[in-house]
Every structure is written in C-alpha cells, then in structure tokens.
C-alpha cells in the first residue's frame, strides 16, 4: 500500500513563506511525478505544480515566480517552496502523485495567507 503524507501548511502574513513537504511510502513502486494541487473554500481543485522523475517541471501561471518545486529521489519526497505568498494562495494543498501503480492523493495541509 502507498501513501503521500504532507507536511508544512500553516498560517502566515501575506509576503511570508513556507515549504511543503509530500513523502510517498510504502513498497514496490516507482513515481511518475510527484505534484501539488489546492482548492480554496468554494473553488474547485486547481493545478500548482508538478516535478516529473527525470526533472522536469510544470507550475500553474498564478504561481510562476513565486513557487518552487523541487524533489528528494532517495526520500521518495516533494517539496514546495512558496515564497511572496499571497492571501489569494489560502487553500487547502494536496499532494498528488502518478506511480506505476496509479494515482494517488494526499489528505491535504491547510495554508492560509492573512494578516
């Protein structure tokens, strides 16, 4: 059995940081991308980034600039950095991975951006 497990949500001023942390465990896979998605109250799930096995990297326009993507291959980890953070950027954040074994989803961390 696989599991994303995130970490790092908080709340934080507006121009403020934080890094989000996704591990993937479990056995027998190996990982397609490791990515982000969020949904603020009332919105759907939208795209943040993503970081595939041979390194490359998608990020959604509203967090171009801002946001970094990275990854651990040996901890099987993502992370994302995301700096000059925004109040608009308020969602709930969800890992989200494509393994050999199918798409998975984290529970979410929530990231709130307020003064």
């Known amino acids: 059995q696989v599991q994303l497990e995130e970490s790092g949500g908080g709340l934080v001023q507006p121009g403020g940081s934080l890094r989000l942390s996704c591990a993937a465990s479990?056995?027998?896979?190996?990982?397609?991308?490791l990515g982000w998605y969020r949904q603020a109250p009332g919105k759907e799930r939208e795209f943040v980034a993503r970081?595939?096995?041979?390194?490359?990297?998608n990020y959604a326009d509203s967090v171009k600039g801002r946001f970094t993507i990275s990854r651990d291959n040996a901890k099987n980890t993502a992370y994302l950095q995301m700096n000059s953070l925004k109040p608009e950027d308020t969602a709930v954040y969800y890992c989200?991975?494509?393994?050999?074994?199918?798409?998975?989803w984290g529970r979410g961390t929530q990231v709130t951006v307020s003064s």
């Open positions: 970081i595939f096995s041979g390194g490359s990297i």
């Open positions: 479990g056995s027998g896979f190996s990982i397609n991308f």
């Open positions: 989200n991975a494509l393994l050999n074994r199918g798409a998975y």
